[in-house]
């Protein structure tokens, strides 16, 4: 059973196109996470939900809408794509980062390759 | 500065010993991590250090951590084919909410 897994795995869509990429975990963790990996590989933390409330919004441009309906998911909704949208976008859950002694330790998806054209 | 630094790329041969360096940005980050990525995956947890250790041992791994200077190294043991992969050196920063800021990774190649 596939830990963190993610949808589609491949993406590639028009400029000025909607997309979602949806995530789901079956690990039980409370707290999910979406990542921007470049073409460089650098890894850029996005958003992350707990229990399904906002805890991180990092500066990303309004057109990325996460949404998580319950703890198991945190789907990405990206409006009006720009090719600079291009890149690798990898869902992660952990534990809940508030409980006494969690080391942090993120369960990565394997990541949904969008590209715009 | 903002981001984690690491080398982009280490060739080593098969046998030797490999060291992928990091340099981290905040003194105050609790957990430092070495996660490991092959072609077409995700990131996995190779192994982690709290702040208040200096070193690690696990297996072929080796986890050093020098907190004056935020360097944190990963050296492999016997370094196989296998372990080809990007390795990407993570902070902790500190706060309730687990952000973890990554590097760049460093793209080991093992060659016969």
């Known amino acids: 059973d596939t830990a963190v897994s993610q949808t589609p795995k491949y993406l590639v869509t028009q400029m000025g196109n909607d997309k979602s990429i949806k995530c789901e975990q079956n690990?039980?963790?409370?707290?999910m996470y979406w990542y921007k990996q470049d073409s460089k590989k650098f890894l850029k933390i996005m958003f992350s939900y707990n229990n399904k409330e906002l805890i991180i919004n990092e500066t990303v441009p309004n057109r990325f809408s996460p949404k998580s309906p319950d703890k198991a998911h945190l789907n990405l909704h990206i409006n009006s794509l720009e090719l600079g949208d291009s890149a690798v976008y990898f869902c992660?859950?952990?534990?809940?980062?508030?409980?006494?002694?969690?080391?942090?330790?993120?369960?990565f998806g394997e990541g949904s390759r969008l590209t715009v054209l | 500065g903002e981001d984690v630094e690491q080398s982009l790329f280490l060739s080593v041969r098969e046998g030797d010993s490999s060291v992928i360096n990091c340099t981290y940005t905040d003194s105050s980050s609790t957990y430092l991590y070495w996660y490991k990525q092959e072609p077409g995956a995700g990131l996995q947890l190779l192994t982690y250090i709290f702040s208040n250790m200096d070193m690690k041992q696990d297996q072929r791994l080796t986890v050093l951590l020098n907190k004056k200077d935020k360097h944190l190294s990963l050296r492999i043991a016997d370094t196989q084919t296998g372990d080809s992969a990007i390795y990407f050196c993570?902070?902790?920063?500190?706060?309730?909410?687990?952000?973890?800021?990554f590097g760049a990774g460093t793209r080991l190649a093992v060659h016969p």
């Open positions: 690990l039980g963790h409370d707290t």
């Open positions: 993570a902070e902790r920063r500190p706060g309730g909410y687990n952000k973890l800021i």
């Open positions: 992660a859950s952990s534990q809940n980062p508030g409980l006494a002694g969690n080391t942090g330790e993120l369960f």
